[in-house]
């Protein structure tokens, strides 16, 4: 029934704008689609990080219908893997193509949950959260690796979705259900991946700092508890058949196994490579990773284009400078949870590259959500408030025209 007040077709009109803010959204998410579709088709199998690896343990479940068992030297090096998404890959329908086009699936839930997390933690301003939507869709790595098999990508869903949550909890309150949902992306991230246990300290922290606000003691030990309870009730399972195989939850015996042949840094050091330009080796390569490496981490693009698109987040880090309202409490709070995830994955990471050489920064993109979130918060900040509607669209601009562009450098891209 028409408003007497405001006009009969005002609430139409109303839908009909939010309607239309989101269309770039739904653009987003298609043109990521066909980019991911042309990178499927052309990259040839096996010319993606641990393709093929990962496919022998689609292929295992697919014979046998059972979990497969890790042994140095025999079967698959990924047989260590939690199995999510070597169960989902079999959705695929037996090719390998079948399971790109599933793990492109999931590259679209972070697009999904990266705006989710830039709308709860601006207050529902759509533009920034539509620029971190773009980053997120367009970063040329992520379209690679969504696009081929792996599962690396709904390790950074999962993360996704528990930051989404954690916010959320710091800028609506803390609940159970909140608390249940924080979980559950917890729980999905053990199944995905054994470095998504980093969650469980994330989400310990989102629940204590959404409690800070005088929350009663109990009810924040309740929170934690079901938190917990969630995501052991998902993957606990899976720790608890490592220790029984292995003799350790998070199987580091089995992975240094499957590692054997895996250059370290002694490779280097002893070469006549000092720690220092071990270090800046590590540094540039990773940097080049985020932005894009292709096949077997062995196809670069020209260094020009890396050094362009660190624009990106040079911009971001000028406009965090520039004066600006002061944040709520809460936002404070969701800035210290979002940093702690980045600096818990970069620990890991630097750990990691202290005993293998393995500078690839798709070890870090489960932070993907938050570190777009952060360039487009940023690049708000540095625009005019006249360029904004148009401005905060360039990031994603730029990485969505190099994506197209780095089809020729794709391995079989030529």
């Not at 909890?169 to 608390?179: D, V």
């Not at 729980?187 to 700092?209: D, E, N």
Request: with cysteine; aromatic share 12%; glycine share 10%.
């Amino acid at each position: 029934m028409p408003c007497s007040r405001c006009g009969g077709d005002s609430m139409p009109k109303k839908r009909s704008r939010q309607g239309r803010s989101w269309l770039p959204l739904a653009l987003t998410l298609l043109l990521m689609t066909a980019l991911g579709v042309t990178y499927a088709l052309r990259v040839p199998f096996g010319q993606a990080p641990d393709e093929s690896a990962h496919w022998q343990y689609v292929r295992h479940l697919a014979t046998t219908h059972h979990l497969p068992v890790f042994r140095p030297g025999q079967g698959g090096y990924e047989f260590h893997q939690p199995p999510l998404f070597y169960a989902l890959a079999l959705l695929g329908g037996g090719h390998y193509l079948g399971a790109r086009v599933v793990n492109l699936a999931l590259g679209l839930s972070v697009v999904l949950l990266t705006s989710l997390l830039a709308l709860e933690y601006t207050g529902g301003r759509r533009n920034v959260a539509l620029a971190a939507a773009g980053i997120a869709a367009f970063l040329p790595m992520q379209v690679f690796l969504s696009a081929t098999v792996n599962n690396d990508v709904v390790l950074t869903a999962a993360f996704g979705g528990a930051l989404w949550l954690g916010v959320r909890m710091l800028a609506r309150g803390p609940s159970l259900r909140l608390a249940a949902g924080l979980g559950l992306f917890a729980g999905i991230g053990l199944l995905a991946k054994t470095s998504a246990v980093l969650l469980l300290p994330i989400g310990v922290l989102a629940i204590l700092l959404a409690g800070a606000k005088g929350e009663p003691v109990g009810r924040v030990l309740g929170q934690m508890a079901l938190f917990l309870a969630v995501t052991l009730s998902l993957g606990g399972w899976w720790l608890v058949r490592n220790a029984v195989l292995y003799g350790d939850p998070l199987t580091l015996s089995a992975f240094s196994a499957a590692f054997t042949k895996a250059p370290t840094p002694d490779y280097f050091l002893s070469r006549g490579v000092t720690p220092f330009w071990y270090g800046v080796l590590v540094t540039g390569w990773t940097t080049a990773s985020f932005w894009g490496v292709f096949g077997n981490m062995n196809v670069f693009l020209p260094w020009p284009v890396y050094l362009a698109l660190s624009g990106i987040p040079v911009g971001a880090i000028a406009g965090q400078a520039r004066p600006a309202v002061a944040p709520q409490p809460w936002q404070r709070r969701a800035c210290l949870l979002l940093g702690a995830t980045a600096v818990l994955l970069l620990a890991a990471y630097a750990r990691f590259n202290l005993e293998y050489f393995q500078a690839q920064a798709r070890y870090l993109l489960p932070a993907l959500p938050a570190f777009a979130l952060a360039f487009a918060a940023g690049w708000e900040r540095l625009l005019p408030a006249r360029a904004r509607s148009w401005g905060l669209a360039a990031p994603a601009a730029v990485l969505c025209v190099v994506s197209w562009w780095a089809i020729q450098f794709l391995p079989g891209g030529r």
